[in-house]
């Protein structure tokens, strides 16, 4: 690629990352792979390759204890909309996964749509009744509030995408996008080791700048910018109270690795959480 697909610069630099090729954008900052894949590709990729489990009674007890786990990271990113957003307005989160936010976000009131598309995270949207389509390319009509939970790294041409979003969401409308801070501590120590390096399917690194530069550039008034830990010890105290739950009433045990993984999730996950109003 040779020029920045967030503010089409061609005034790029070559950077090694561990043995990964990136560019980065001396205008707007932002991080991306150099050989990017094509947007078709990356389509097929998620339909069918980005399938975690496929042993259904595993798969669910597996997610509904980290949807246990996450509970308190729904309610703390609902509690930062509430304010701005009444609730029973129209509610899109672009790559929804399991649905675990819209299920809480219904909750409070808002009307839910997701966009996701892997195949086996949509079946288990349609299970719970939240209602999901594969791609934005379908979405129809306009919404108040668009989110984007660790989704938006995903899209190879974030300028593409935001202004696919722009013809989705009302004037006054808000978006709130949640990336892996490339920025951060421990992404620039531990580098290409770093858990939210994942060039397989992170194609574009956000740090506070290139973020704050794509949102403005395309319309919006930033409302808050922040760096924050991933998973706070509220999060970490409902994690135990789930492993503790489940291996008491259903057996299932968190082995060894899911602890460590745990306790590295809540050190070196830092990400970007955006709030961002259209002007
Ligand atoms: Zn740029």
């Not at 839910?112 to 791609?135: D, F, H, K, M």
Request: with cysteine; glycine share 4%; hydrophobic share 40%.
């Amino acid at each position: 690629m040779h020029h920045c697909p967030s503010c089409s610069s061609q005034s790029l630099k070559d950077v090694l990352w561990g043995t990964t090729a990136l560019k980065q954008c001396l205008n707007c900052s932002l991080f991306f792979l150099r050989d990017m894949p094509h947007y078709d590709d990356t389509i097929d990729y998620y339909a069918s390759s980005y399938v975690l489990q496929n042993n259904i009674t595993t798969t669910n007890y597996h997610y509904e204890r980290r949807r246990i786990a996450r509970l308190p990271e729904q309610i703390f990113l609902l509690s930062k909309l509430i304010s701005l957003l009444p609730p029973r307005v129209a509610m899109i989160d672009i790559g929804c996964d399991r649905g675990f936010f819209l299920d809480e976000a219904r909750r409070f009131g808002y009307k839910v749509l997701g966009i996701e598309p892997s195949i086996s995270a949509r079946e288990a949207c349609n299970t719970i009744g939240i209602p999901v389509l594969p791609s934005l390319d379908e979405v129809k009509g306009q919404f108040d509030c668009v989110v984007m939970w660790h989704s938006l790294e995903h899209f190879p041409e974030p300028a593409k995408t935001i202004r696919q979003i722009n013809g989705l969401i009302s004037k006054g409308g808000i978006l709130a996008v949640r990336v892996p801070d490339f920025g951060s501590f421990w992404s620039r120590l531990l580098r290409h080791r770093w858990k939210w390096f994942q060039p397989h399917q992170h194609y574009v690194h956000y740090n506070v700048a290139s973020l704050e530069y794509l949102l403005k550039h395309h319309g919006y008034e930033i409302i808050s910018l922040k760096s924050r830990r991933a998973n706070t010890l509220t999060t970490m105290r409902s994690q135990s109270a789930a492993n503790r739950l489940f291996a008491k009433n259903l057996g299932i045990k968190a082995s060894l690795f899911d602890y460590a993984s745990q306790w590295y999730h809540y050190i070196a996950s830092i990400e970007l959480f955006c709030i961002a109003k259209k002007i």
